[in-house]
């Protein structure tokens, strides 16, 4: 069994083909370099066309297609929504993959979905029933495993836990509107604390001062231990982080909570500090029968989710015959 796996993200396609063992046979990434809209599905469509020629020629033979989206899969209406794709609020993806696909099926999840599938099938969550992926990068999502299936929601959006709301407007910093998780707990939200802080101090004279736009999430994590501006924003996303995280642990009372997205990486090192916060808020019996972890499978888990979603279609239709 091959199934040819994609991750569809803001800025770039990665793609892999895999057996039913998670053995990686052909893989690559593309940026996508400003595309958007139509030229975005085009660059998908002739990749898997020209890989399909590809493997046919070297009597390699596809049996299905997995897709991870960055952002919402409409299944009913076999559309998506990326956000970071224009043009893409009503997508038809699936559409146009399956009329190059022709009778291979053609599986899409959102990425969220995905990670958490990956994770529990080659990485961290192997062998659990409730865990979750708590994606941290542009944005925040949950990727929510609970009693062994995929928790959804009513219109597949389940797993926006960047909407939780943790403070007050104005209870962070100034008088900033903003109250979500990842307003300022996400790559994104890192960058606009660190720059609402630097606008409130006046007497700053640090090295992130004459940043402002240019600011990278990086430069923020490289200078915690020498800047103040730096330490105190990455000191208030790890308190958001804790408490965000320990909502989802008295709600869900997981097995593992797994940390992954571009912020894990760097944040790597706070999670003890991390683990402190959540012991603050969560549910107490929860608190203490959950691991927190780090994405065993990294900027990998998006193509073992989308081969793992595909390869558990295969089966369920083999299960049916």
Known sequence: MLVLS?????TKLAY????????QFHNGKILLEGRQGTQVGRLITELIDSLLTELSQANKKIDAIGVSVAGIVWHVKKTVWVPKINGWENYPLQQEIEAVAGDIPVILESDRTCYILGERWKGAAQNCHNAIFLAVG???????LVNGGVLKGTQDIGGAVGWMVLHKPNQIAGDSPTCFFEDYASGTGLKALANLLIANSPQYKGILKEKKESLRTIEIFENFDTDEVASKTLQICI?????????LVSIFNPEKIILGGGVFGPATRFLPDIKASVSKWAQPYSNRNYSLEISALGK?????GAAYSAIRYLNSKKDVQ
């Not at 542009?138 to 929510?144: C, E, F």
């Open 300 to 304: 990998d888990a998006g193509v073992y």
């Open 239 to 247: 308190e958001l982080w804790g408490m965000g995280i320990a909502n």
């Open 16 to 23: 892999t083909v895999m057996d039913e063992n998670g053995t």
């Open 6 to 10: 994609l991750d569809l993200g803001g």
């Open 138 to 144: 542009t944005g925040i999502g949950a990727g929510i």
